[in-house]
Nanobody, 117 residues
Framework: QVQLVESGGGLVQAGGSLRLSCATS????????MGWYRQAPAKQRELVAR???????NYADSVKGRFTISRDNAKKTVYLQMNSLKPEDTAVYFC???????????WGQGTQVTVSS
């Protein structure tokens, strides 16, 4: 059974930092592409950052230079370090795992990030 559990969200002032974690189980984590997405109220879910099994990453333009995605294959966990947070970063953040060599996606339950001005 595949499980993705996010943690680390919360309320922070603009300019602050948060670190999100997504612990997985029942997965082929080390060979799975991973990603972080977010969804603000009344908006579509959007990609924030992705990281390949080999460690290559890419980011949405809106977070480049402020957010960093990383992974720990031994812990089967992916992280999102968020610095210089802005009110427009407020959203529910979701962890995503793409099953290797497939188009099957798994999602966590989401963690709320709220940035106050």
């Amino acid at each position: 059974q595949v499980q993705l559990v996010e943690s680390g969200g919360g309320l922070v002032q603009a300019g602050g930092s948060l670190r999100l974690s997504c612990a997985t189980s029942g997965t082929l984590f080390s060979i799975s592409p991973m990603g972080w997405y977010r969804q603000a109220p009344a908006k579509q879910r959007e990609l924030v950052a992705r990281i390949t099994s080999g460690g290559s990453s890419n980011y949405a333009d809106s977070v480049k230079g402020r957010f960093t995605i990383s992974r720990d294959n031994a812990k089967k966990t992916v992280y999102l370090q968020m610095n210089s947070l802005k009110p427009e970063d407020t959203a529910v953040y979701f962890c995503n795992l793409r099953w290797p060599l497939s188009d099957v996606d798994y999602w966590g339950q989401g963690t709320q990030v709220t940035v106050s001005s």
